[in-house]
């Protein structure tokens, strides 16, 4: 049981290039989530999925995009990279219920040079 | 919208002292509380909820409706503690809506 794992662990872009982050959960969980942590500023939620095939915007979707094609799996994509989007990314997982516990990946650390 | 407030981006304490890691927040509705935890390099994990009433790592927090608050308490900080603390409330069916976190240092 691997839990919630990320690809990749780092990554270096250059401005307006574009990437896919992946993120896999093995636990059947309904919602995932996608966050970016940055300093002073905490965890903000980029973009969230409440089931496969449904995508829903958080506070801060813009220069991403994302996609739930298969329950387990939940993708991150910048289609134009810029340094603003140079971050700390997690996905997380959980069953459903607002409140039931959330469990995140280890994190992708990503540079927009 | 549900509001947390960490008011303390950094906390620094002496091995052996208590810890106190504030969190408020704004819920018209009966809140349900976690704190999650991040130790450095690892990825975010529940340190508690308020609802199952229990301590982890000698932490405990008392949701206080009165004054709005959920703050993490432990009587004798070690030096294992140091890490970066978010208050977490549930939102309805949105998403958790994370505090911006605190980061505790503890000084041997």
């Known amino acids: 049981n691997a839990g919630v794992t990320q690809t990749p662990k780092f990554r270096v872009l250059k401005t307006g290039q574009s990437m896919t982050l992946l993120c896999a959960q093995d636990?059947?969980?309904?919602?995932m989530y996608w966050y970016r942590q940055d300093p002073g500023m905490g965890l903000r939620l980029i973009h969230y999925?409440?089931?496969?095939?449904?995508?829903a915007k958080g506070e801060v979707p813009d220069g991403y995009n994302v996609s739930r094609l298969k329950k387990q799996n939940f993708l991150l994509g910048l289609e134009s990279a810029a340094p603003s989007q140079t971050s700390v990314y997690f996905c997380?997982?959980?069953?459903?219920?607002?409140?039931?516990?959330?469990?995140f990946g280890p994190g992708t650390r990503l540079t927009v040079t | 919208a549900q509001r947390v407030t960490q008011p303390e981006k950094l906390l620094s304490v002496f091995k052996g002292a208590p810890v106190e890691l504030k969190c408020n927040y704004s819920?018209?509705?009966?809140?349900?509380l976690f704190w999650y935890v991040q130790y450095s390099r690892q990825r975010l994990q529940l340190l508690l909820r308020?609802?199952s009433r229990e301590s982890i790592k000698g932490f405990t927090a008392d949701l206080n409706k009165g004054e709005t608050s959920f703050h993490l308490k432990k009587p004798f900080a070690q030096e294992e503690d140091s890490a970066m603390y978010y208050c977490?409330?549930?939102?309805?069916?949105?998403?958790?809506?994370f505090g911006k976190g605190t980061r505790l240092s503890v000084i041997a």
């Open positions: 997380a997982s959980n069953k459903g219920l607002a409140s039931n516990e959330q469990y």
């Open positions: 636990m059947n969980h309904e919602y």
């Open positions: 999925s409440v089931g496969e095939g449904t995508t």
């Open positions: 819920y018209s509705g009966s809140p349900e």
């Open positions: 308020h609802i």
């Open positions: 977490a409330p549930p939102s309805g069916n949105t998403p958790l809506v």
